[in-house]
């Protein structure tokens, strides 16, 4: 037969499971799994209505919302388009604070889709200064800006930002600007609060935190983001809440991805029953705070260091972990994943080759994190690469305190 059907393995000799350690797509659970096994069903059968309605409530509670959510069968850049066209109109401006890759991305596409841009400079290393956004937002008396865009957490630099601090600057230079956040790697992992944090329009992905298989997508929208979406002139079709308002699903222009209900039912279920989104939090904590302490560690003899200098901002979703001089992480990552079957996510844009990341989100524990920053010292010595040796043993220690 053609090769073409049947290849041969990439990897000949992997024996046992992947260890997969990308920022997304992420493991999914074999529970989550074996609920999306399932055969096709109208997507308007009573019986498939009742798994909507249940996720749909279900995900509303783990944004934190009591207010609007629309999905749509596209990654998290397509919720990143609705949110922007659904609520603003041709040569509005937005803010964008930066953060790294992701920030980029979302400006880049802000400007194709007609919108005038203004980023916050700010270092990827130790992430934007609030006061920062703030003076932007009180150098704008005639309200020009009409969305901040932030991004809840910079899955390429590995850090956090602070959204009640964004909210509260807002507040204090009295800006109506809606705020917008990305919480496409940290929804389901470290704590978000949509309503309390005064967020307007949140974007979140399937395949990160809430451990789906990728495919769709959404936003949550408050009340004043509803009030923009009315007044909005900016074209939209597949994206427009309107359209989705006017159907039983109140989401989705066209065919509902109802398998993934089905995973997402369970992953709900994992998230909001069995575990508690409150330990969730906890586990994802504890797992970065052994990441970061082998990290640190191999730093020691002018080794890998953590990406991010400020520990306020450290994410808890994925460490971002930056090599030393004239050394190349993509051979480390070859190694990890050739030898080892250890799938590690590599650096994007800038810091492509200078980077290598750890996601320490989702489906993950304590041994998975353990044989993953195994695998990776092991690969940082027949790479060549200086380090201190027993980074896995701080980790050990780490999580056994
Ligand atoms: C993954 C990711 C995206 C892009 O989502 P896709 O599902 O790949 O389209 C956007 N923002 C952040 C912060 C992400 O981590």
Not at 65 to 77: D, E
Request: proline fraction near 5%; aromatic fraction near 8%; include cysteine.
């Amino acid at each position: 037969m053609d090769g073409s059907i049947s290849p041969k393995p990439a990897r000949p000799m992997a024996r046992g499971r992947l260890f997969f350690a990308n920022p997304g797509p992420t493991n999914i659970p074999d529970s989550v799994l074996a609920a999306t096994a399932r055969a096709s069903i109208d997507f308007n059968d009573p019986a498939f209505l009742a798994v909507y309605d249940a996720c749909f409530e279900g995900l509303k509670k783990v944004l934190k919302t009591k207010h609007h959510l629309f999905m749509y069968t596209a990654s998290g850049h397509g919720a990143w388009e609705a949110s922007l066209v659904n609520t603003l109109s041709p040569g509005d401006l937005v803010l964008i604070p930066e953060t790294g890759h992701f920030s980029d991305s979302w400006a880049k596409m802000c400007g194709t889709l007609g919108f005038e841009v203004q980023q916050v400079p700010a270092d990827w290393r130790r992430g934007v200064e609030i006061s920062a956004i703030e003076a932007a937002l009180a150098a704008d008396t005639g309200h020009k800006i009409k969305a901040v865009c932030c991004v809840h957490n910079e899955t390429a630099a590995g850090t956090r930002m602070p959204l009640d601090q964004v909210r509260a600057a807002m507040d204090r230079v009295k800006h109506p600007a809606l705020l917008m956040s990305d919480t496409i790697s940290s929804l389901g992992c470290y704590d978000f609060r949509m309503d309390e944090w005064g967020v307007d329009v949140c974007v979140g992905g399937s395949q990160k935190g809430l451990m789906l298989p990728t495919g769709f997508s959404f936003t949550g929208a408050s009340e004043k983001a509803m009030e923009a979406h009315r007044k909005s002139t900016h074209p939209r079709h597949y994206f427009d809440w309107t359209e989705m308002l006017a159907r039983r699903q109140k989401s989705f222009v066209g065919t509902v991805p109802t398998t993934l209900f089905y995973g997402l039912q369970e992953a709900l279920r994992l998230m909001l029953v069995e575990e508690g989104l409150d330990n969730v939090f906890a586990r994802h904590a504890r797992l970065a705070k052994a990441v970061r302490a082998c990290v640190q560690h191999w730093s020691g003899n002018n080794g890998p260091q953590l990406f991010c200098q400020n520990p306020e901002r450290w994410s808890d979703s994925v460490t971002a972990i930056l090599m030393p001089e004239g050394y190349d992480a993509d051979a480390v990552r070859k190694i990890a994943l050739e030898r080892f079957n250890v799938s590690t996510g590599a650096g994007l844009s800038k810091l492509a080759g200078k980077v290598f990341r750890i996601g320490h989100l989702g489906d993950l524990n304590e041994p998975m994190i353990i044989g993953t920053l195994g695998a990776v010292e092991m690969a940082l010595g027949i790479a060549g690469v200086p380090h201190a040796k027993g980074g896995v043993q701080a980790a050990l220690d780490s999580l056994a305190a």
